[in-house]
């Protein structure tokens, strides 16, 4: 007889409460087998692929995409036993049941510890008895790059999404003619025979007469924008600058790509500013503390576990580059690229969000010469690098054309003083200005 089970929504980082359902990568009537992918969701922190605990036949999918669920909510129910060759059970499926502890340990981005949330339904989500989940201290879940366009997700059964796929018919276009906005059949089909109603404001936010778009706050933009308003008004921000003649340190890069050892090695003006504030933090070491303002501690921290800001198309992340302060300019070179190249697929994991030390921003790159960056919480500095221009530069007495680049540090004034910031700041122009000097710290 079969045996039913149903998959609720995991906490994919420490303390998640909800997620946004993008995709489902399977239907009703698949197999599955262990760890197997069966769905895409958006979080606060990132875009993640979540796995299910048993192998079986799928057979009911009970959430829809573009939908938010709660953290333990049940997302799809599974027959775990389609050949009858268990035990007989109730041919019912049960309500949101837990499953084993010991079959969600082997699971990538589960552990052990359960939690059970009981917030809320929110208004047009699936109604569904909350269900003990297992949580990841450390999550190692595999990313995905998607995002929807604009923000919106439509409406849709993965068959209905199929047959859109197959005809060439955009979702975002439609108007679902289903309860909640939803996109039938006859709606996509209509869509093929060039029938379809003209969107409207449920599907896209679009309103024709005031010529205004809405878009829902959710995911990485909702969770970056209480980041920053938090740390605006938390941490008491000094924004310092220093413009700096790097026409030795663009000299040096050439050098270096010539070089056997950094052959296929793609070093940046990023890669030196991220070796310099390693180096400059050393001997300023209250940038890289931080303020613990429940236990009344600075917290001082012997190690660099160095934030990289990146846009990506789900909005700013940054991830990290664990231990960044014992690594050779070429190791940091070679985890930059690849840390800015996992961030622009939207790949980047939760887990490499965490911990920061002290963070790096580059405006340069937009052609921007400098800016007064927000501090990520949980850190108490920010570099701002701004773009490397030619510039008339006085040398030795003369006008020269030169490379010059604008810095800013942004720093919380309870931890650091005007005195380090500065010191931390020439330190880094120094460094960037005659990358020798790196020699004498």
Known sequence: ??????????????????????????????????????????????????????????????????????????ILTIDVDPDGKAAPAPTAAPAAEEPAEEEMKPLVGYGSKAVVTQRRARKGATPAAPAPVAVAPEPAVAAVASKPKGGYVPLAKPPVRKLAKDLGVDLHALTGTAEGGVITRDDVQAAANGSAPAPSVVDSGYDPATRERRVPIKGVRKATAAAMVQSAYTAPHVTEFLTVDVTPMMEFREKLKKSREFAGVKVTPLTFAAKAVCL????????????DEAAQEIVYKDYVHLGIAAATPRGLVVPKVRDADSMSLKELAIALTELTDVAREGKTTPAAM???????TNVGVFGVDTGTPIINPGESAILCLGAIKDTPWVVDGEIKVRKVLQLSLSFDHRVVDGQQGSE????VGALLADPAVAITY
């Open 1 to 74: 007889m079969p045996e039913y089970k149903q998959f609720p929504l995991a906490d994919t980082a420490e303390g998640l409460t909800e997620a946004d359902i993008i995709a489902w990568q399977v239907k009703p009537g698949d197999k599955v087998t262990v760890n197997q992918i069966v769905v895409e969701v958006e979080t606060a922190k990132a875009a993640v692929e979540l796995p299910i605990p048993w192998a079986g036949v799928i057979t009911e999918l009970l959430v829809e995409p573009g939908q938010t669920v709660e953290v333990g909510a049940p």
């Open 354 to 360: 965490l911990g920061g030390t002290i963070t790096i």
């Open 280 to 291: 400059a933090a050393k001997r300023t070491p209250d940038v890289n503390a931080v303020w």
């Open 424 to 427: 931390f700041l020439a330190d």
